[in-house]
């Protein structure tokens, strides 16, 4: 769910080798010795972990999480573990297994997710079987509840041959095979243009009536489309705009055939993680409560803790399952209503400020007005007119560090190299300012 290259941190050899460790619980339970068995009920409501937390090795504790019931731990690569994902593969087996039984305790699936906008595993020719099971193998042996895929090869979805879809439905046939329904969870995070009938090929449509089945739930990332894409209720709910037509939450369900209580909501924590897109807490809540009274159940996901955390939540469940109320898993009956685009009360959003982007949370189909998706469209024009900034002026660099190949840099990050400052875009791990990958925006000269 962001721009950067392949951080060069393992290898799939790594991944490939044998390995030698405690067995996890988690395992034997699989194995059928101790039968296990993850929660799946709905709502879902779902944190991504990405940011580096100053004096913290491995997960928050669970009760920072409050009112979530998913962590999902960025990201798992063909290459092996980055990120938060490498984190938790660094723990040693009983610091893992501890901290799981407390997360199972309080209700929490902590699952890892693939990919990412870091990598576009079918343009770039991986082998959806052989991928699946790698990273199957990788559940497994890290103990964790299940994996969300996070595919976003623009390039290959874009070319509308059918190539994206058929890619998808063999790596998640794949997975549901190694890591069996009921003991562990499989979720995709599609942006939402992508259920659009614009696409010919079918994109998500098409995924769901093929592999639909084997997909838990669809953490569907609303935003990053352009300014105003899915910003008001109506927009988000059942009426999304002629640029992506048909993409709004009950418009999936009625087009697409996609069950409500699989489609969750996506959103950005706060305006720097996202381009755009971004609803505030209170708003958003007002939306979610408008959906419940006909009859959705999805829940939401919000890119990314702990920019958004147990009082973010909150508020956004507030309306409709409040936190700590009798009824939050969803399960309580409730009288439905029929939501039209002309009975969706919208509020405007208290925030109206769009970032440039600090740490941008994943690659869009298209920023764009009109309603084409062919174009290659892997920045947005937000990050386009971040990253061609050039220095304007001289100033001091002094205290800023220099830029280093092997530290990772969160969006709004300041280094020096080559006799300039340079801020990033969005979280980068060996990307060279200057580079080709253009996260790198030169500030001054020092």
């Given amino acids: 769910m962001k721009f950067t290259t392949v951080p060069s ?55 920072t999480l409050n009112g979530y019931n998913n962590l999902v731990l960025a990201f798992l690569l063909s290459a092996g573990a980055a990120g938060r994902a490498q984190e938790w593969q660094s723990l040693d087996a009983s610091t893992r297994s501890s901290t799981h039984s407390a997360y199972s305790a309080a209700g929490i699936n902590i699952l890892v997710s693939a990919f990412g906008s870091t990598e576009n595993p079918t343009s770039s020719g991986r082998d959806a ?6 990273m199957a193998t990788w559940v497994k042996t890290y103990d964790v509840d299940g994996i969300d895929m996070d595919y976003e090869d623009m390039a290959a979805m874009n070319k509308q041959d059918g190539s994206a879809e058929t890619w998808l439905a063999t790596f998640t046939t794949t997975l549901r095979s190694a890591l069996p ?41 609303f935003y990053n489309q352009g300014t105003t894409e899915y910003t008001t209720c109506s927009g988000l709910l059942t009426n999304s705009s002629s640029s992506w037509p048909k993409s709004s939450v009950f418009e999936i369900n009625s087009n697409g055939g996609i069950p409500l209580d699989k489609i969750v909501i996506g959103k950005p924590g706060t305006t720097a993680d996202a381009n755009n897109g971004y609803v505030d807490p209170s708003t958003l809540a007002g939306c979610v409560s408008q959906a419940k009274t006909s ?41 439905t209503t029929p939501l039209t685009s002309s009975s969706v009360a919208d509020t405007t959003s208290t925030t109206t400020t769009e970032a440039a982007t600090s740490t941008p949370t994943t690659s869009v ?16 024009s937000a990050v386009t007119a971040t990253s061609t900034t050039s220095a304007t002026s001289s100033g001091s660099c002094s205290g800023i560090a220099a830029w280093s190949a092997t530290a990772s840099y969160n969006g709004g990050s300041q280094v020096t190299y080559s006799g300039s400052l340079w801020t990033n875009s969005y979280w980068s791990y060996d990307d060279t300012p200057g580079g080709a990958t253009g996260v790198w925006a030169e500030v001054s000269s020092c």
């Avoid at 994109?203 to 569907?220: C, L």
């Avoid at 958004?308 to 969803?330: K, L, Y």
């Fill in 9 to 63: 941190i393992a290898t799939a050899a790594a991944l490939a080798a044998p390995f030698v460790r405690a067995i996890p619980l988690r395992e034997v339970q699989a194995s059928g010795n101790l039968e296990h068995r993850v929660n799946t009920a709905g709502p879902h409501w779902v944190a991504y972990w990405d940011a580096w937390l100053s004096g913290e090795t491995g997960p928050p504790a669970a009760s």
């Fill in 129 to 134: 079987a052989g991928t699946a099971n790698t």
């Fill in 181 to 221: 329904s009921g003991q562990y969870i499989i979720t995709h995070a599609p942006v939402a243009p992508w259920f659009s009938p614009i696409y010919t090929s079918g994109a998500y449509i098409k995924v769901h009536s093929t592999v639909g089945s084997s997909i838990d739930w669809y953490n569907v990332q």
């Fill in 295 to 335: 009859g959705w159940t999805g829940g939401v996901m919000v890119w990314q803790f702990p920019h958004a955390d147990a009082a973010w939540i909150a508020t956004v469940r507030a309306s409709s399952w409040p936190v700590g109320s009798t009824t939050s898993n969803g399960t309580t009956t409730t009288t």
């Fill in 365 to 380: 189909a298209a920023a764009t007005t009109t309603s084409q998706a062919l174009a290659t469209t892997t920045t947005t």
